[in-house]
């Protein structure tokens, strides 16, 4: 409490210590972002070095941070078809096709298999 007699309060639900190159590997395997082309990647990859303040040698983990932000998004893709999950997505969207909801989660999983595969070599 304040010397004033308010209150302050701070909320820490997104705070801590976060990998530097998070925000950018993030996004470029975000779903949506999967359909970027090659060169619309690497922009936005150039973009994100020449303006981040990032500590020495971050980009040499690139790669091994965005192969594991893809077995995040698997996770993701896996836990969808979750029956507890399932029944949220029934509840918020009326007529919601629940196998064709698995067939596109199965779909997107193996994709990320596959880019995985490819990344790891």
């Given at each position: 409490m304040?010397?004033?007699?308010?209150?302050?309060?701070?909320?820490f639900e997104s705070s801590g210590w976060d990998h530097p190159?998070?925000?950018c590997v993030d996004f470029l395997t975000h779903d949506q972002s999967l359909g970027l082309d090659e060169a619309a990647g690497a922009a936005s990859l150039a973009a994100f070095r020449a303006g981040a303040d990032l500590p020495p040698g971050a980009f040499s983990t690139?790669?091994?941070?965005?192969?594991?932000m893809h077995v995040f998004w698997c996770a993701v893709h896996l836990s969808s078809l979750d029956p507890a999950h399932l029944a949220r997505r029934r509840f918020l969207r009326q007529g919601l096709?629940?196998?064709?909801?698995?067939?596109?989660?199965?779909a997107k999983f193996r994709?990320?298999?596959d880019l995985l595969e490819r990344l790891l070599g």
């Open positions: 304040a010397s004033d007699g308010s209150a302050r309060v701070v909320d190159l998070s925000l690139f790669e091994p941070t965005r192969a594991l096709d629940v196998e064709a909801h698995a067939a596109e989660q199965m994709r990320r298999l």
